[in-house]
């Protein structure tokens, strides 16, 4: 392939590959641990939500569309059996109101400064609003209370949250900086690049050798 047609090429290929990068998924890690005992009276309880929540790779304030999947671990930390895993498969997203849920380009957070938001997931069985393994971030949504509460099995069993005096303010982090967003195209995405690229190969050869001539 001569330079002239390797320039041609990528100038036509390049809006396809934005429109890859564009719809990239990201994948941001979770990790936030509570103790305290002002749901169950015990004032050692800890408990942990340890693992990633994936996004469409939105930049800013996100909507419930915006969340592709999750993998998410709450574990009792004082009881091992009844911590619970929650994904896309038995659980579900039971709110995300309000523009406080913000990713940014490493890290996801949630902004306390936002009156009447909040998200949450829980697990399928029970359901919703079951006091059942589920967390959820709230500044005024009032599905849970105010503050931030994790409960890998019953609220009153083993949950814990900050709330009052002690609840969190602010646009605060849901876990560490990611070290980058996760770019995998879908197999359907790249066959379509593939071919889009052979195409204009073809198209490039055709434009830089000029019309056929008729003998």
């Not at 005024?140 to 009153?156: D, K, L, N």
């Amino acid at each position: 392939m001569t330079s002239r047609v390797r320039s041609t090429v990528l100038f036509l290929c390049l809006p396809i590959m934005g429109q890859l990068v564009a719809h990239a998924d990201s994948i941001y890690p979770i990790d936030l641990t509570i103790t305290g005992g002002a749901l169950t009276g015990n004032p050692l309880q800890s408990d942990t939500i340890l693992g990633s929540i994936t996004t469409d790779g939105t930049i800013g304030a996100l909507a419930a569309s915006d969340i592709v999947s999750w993998n998410l671990d709450l574990i009792d930390n004082l009881n091992s059996a009844n911590s619970v895993d929650l994904t896309l498969a038995n659980s579900a997203l039971i709110a995300d109101i309000g523009d406080a849920l913000i990713a940014s380009a490493t890290s996801l957070s949630f902004n306390y400064g936002v009156a009447g938001a909040g998200f949450g997931i829980q697990a399928n069985v029970p359901g919703p609003y079951s006091g059942y393994s589920y967390f959820c971030l709230d500044s005024g949504w009032y599905a849970c209370a105010v503050g931030e509460t994790i409960s890998p099995q019953y609220v009153y069993a083993d949950g814990v949250d900050l709330t009052g005096a002690n609840a969190p303010v602010g646009d605060q982090p849901l876990g560490p900086p990611a070290s980058g967003t996760s770019v995998t195209p879908e197999p359907s995405s790249l066959l379509l690049l593939g071919s889009g690229i052979a195409g204009l190969v073809g198209m490039a050869r055709r434009r830089i050798a000029g019309p056929a001539r008729v003998v």
